[in-house]
Nanobody, 115 residues
Framework: QVQLVESGGGLVQPGGSLRLSCAAS????????MGWHRQAPGKQRELVAL???????TYADSVKGRFTISRDNSKNTMYLQMNSLKPEDTATYYC?????????WGQGTQVTVSS
């Protein structure tokens, strides 16, 4: 059974940092491109960052230079290091991958940036 479990969210002040984790099970993690998405209240879910099997990364313009996506295939885990957080980064963050045309999602972890 495929399972993605996000963790690491929380409340942080503007300018602060958080590190999100996504633990995968039930898949051969190393052969899948992985991504982080986020959804703020009243807004559509948007792509934050992608990392492919060769560790090539892609970022949304809004997070470039502040967020870093990475993966540890030995732990079946993907990470999102978030620095210089802004109130507009407040959202539920989801990890995701696609297999055979089907998108798999975790349950999400809430990130709130507020003073």
């Amino acid at each position: 059974q495929v399972q993605l479990v996000e963790s690491g969210g929380g409340l942080v002040q503007p300018g602060g940092s958080l590190r999100l984790s996504c633990a995968a099970s039930g898949i051969i993690f190393s052969i899948h491109n992985m991504g982080w998405h986020r959804q703020a209240p009243g807004k559509q879910r948007e792509l934050v960052a992608l990392i492919d099997t060769g560790r090539i990364t892609t970022y949304a313009d809004s997070v470039k230079g502040r967020f870093t996506i990475s993966r540890d295939n030995s732990k079946n885990t993907m990470y999102l290091q978030m620095n210089s957080l802004k109130p507009e980064d407040t959202a539920t963050y989801y990890c995701n991958f696609n297999r055979r045309g089907y998108d798999y999602w975790g349950q999400g972890t809430q990130v709130t940036v507020s003073s």
